[in-house]
């Protein structure tokens, strides 16, 4: 088959590490894919100077952006219908909220014969403005009705989009999102990495993996961290990623006087990451918007509980009590006291902790991510014909 993938940006983001494998996985099987993407400047890193997926043509759109933009968007559109139309792809499977939206409409009106979306994050939630929330459940809408499936990491995203009326459930799939599941759960403690962090050998590591960006958490992670360091003082917190919030996140642990327990990890290539998350005793995923997080999913790979918010993709892969801790949406709270609980009971903590690695090893490796998806190609792309 020949194949496009269309994502809005090729940082180091989960979205975007699925896609890659996804494409390794379709290479690996013979097909022909490219990938097309707009630019991805700032801290957030891109993707393919970290990491090897295999090569393929990566053809870059500088009118698809982020931002709604009336004057890109159509630039974009324009654009990527004439790629698609001169390039004659069999699949286009789009990524993400923006190339979702403006690659599908292209894709159709390009005449691809089969044209799929992945739902890795919902385009609208419950924490955002009702107006821009309305206009994106109605973009989303349209947009479905020129595509053949939809792909959610969840089935919570799915729930949502049937709620919302988006589409019918007939029409979506839950694919889980992939990853390299051995290579975090054969990681070790490493004291020499420790040591370049400037974590004390004997300290309990509580860690994020997550850009440093507004909608990631932070907001509830220092003041629950702060909770934790008050009944646990000897507790650290590593912070795996980079972002727009680098400096800021700085100043607020040095203004409190905490910064001592605070270490940064920076941007890590993803076939690293499982190396830092060797290093902590449990993971915080307090995102108020998620498809289903992957930095939960690699934690327990790595054999560590997870405590997040009960929102979304989460409760689908932190079990109460299983293979973590779950809470109510912002309740920092409760984050800190299960957190202090499962610090003060290692061994509570390591059972979690292997349970979830088994779970994850049994549904969370990408090649059958891979297989599930070239399979779907293969059923659409015939059913067109």
Not at 94 to 121: D, L
Not at 216 to 238: D, R, T
Not at 296 to 315: E, M
Not at 356 to 382: H, N, P
Request: proline fraction near 4%; aromatic fraction near 8%.
């Amino acid at each position: 088959m020949k194949i496009c993938h269309v994502i809005t940006r090729l940082i180091v983001g989960g979205a975007q590490e699925n896609t890659m494998l996804t494409i390794r996985g379709h290479l690996e099987k013979g097909h022909d894919v490219t990938l097309a993407t707009g630019y991805s400047p700032g801290r957030e890193g891109k993707l393919l100077e970290n990491a090897e997926y295999g090569t393929f043509p990566v053809v870059e759109f500088p009118d698809l952006v982020r931002e709604i933009s009336p004057w890109h968007d159509l630039m974009a559109y324009i654009r990527l219908k004439k790629f698609f139309q001169e390039n004659k792809f069999d699949v286009v499977h789009t990524h993400s909220s923006k190339a979702g939206i403006i690659g599908r409409y292209a894709a159709r009106a390009a005449g691809v014969p089969v044209v799929v979306h992945t739902v890795h994050g919902q385009a609208f939630h419950p924490y955002q403005g009702k107006l821009k929330n309305r206009l994106f459940i109605l973009l989303e809408t349209l947009a479905a009705g020129k595509c053949d499936r939809i792909y959610a990491v969840a089935q919570a995203m799915i729930d949502q989009c049937v709620a919302a009326n988006v589409a019918p459930a007939e029409k979506y799939a839950v694919v889980y999102s992939g990853m390299e599941t051995a290579d975090f759960a054969n990681s070790v403690r490493d004291h020499e990495l420790r040591n370049r962090l400037g974590i004390p050998e004997n300290a309990r590591v509580i860690a994020t993996v997550a850009r440093l960006f507004q909608q990631k958490g932070y907001e509830y992670v220092i003041p629950a961290a702060e909770k934790v360091l008050q009944s646990y003082p000897a507790a650290h917190f590593l912070f795996i990623g980079d972002g727009p919030m680098y400096d800021q996140l700085q100043a607020d642990l040095r203004a409190k006087g905490i910064a001592d327990h605070f270490h940064f990890a920076g941007l890590i290539p993803p076939g690293e990451v499982c190396r830092y998350l060797a290093q902590a005793d449990m993971l915080w995923h307090l995102s108020l918007h998620e498809g289903l997080p992957r930095a939960v999913v690699q934690a327990l790979a790595s054999g560590i509980p997870a405590i997040g918010f009960a929102l979304d993709g989460t409760p689908e892969v932190i079990f109460e009590g299983e293979t973590g801790c779950l809470t109510a949406a912002e309740d920092v709270d409760a984050v800190a006291e299960k957190a202090l609980q499962l610090l003060n009971d290692p061994e509570r903590a390591a059972a979690m902790g292997a349970a979830g690695k088994k779970m994850v090893l049994e549904k969370f490796d990408w090649r059958k991510m891979s297989d599930i998806l070239e399979q779907e190609y293969l059923r659409l792309l015939a059913a067109a014909k």
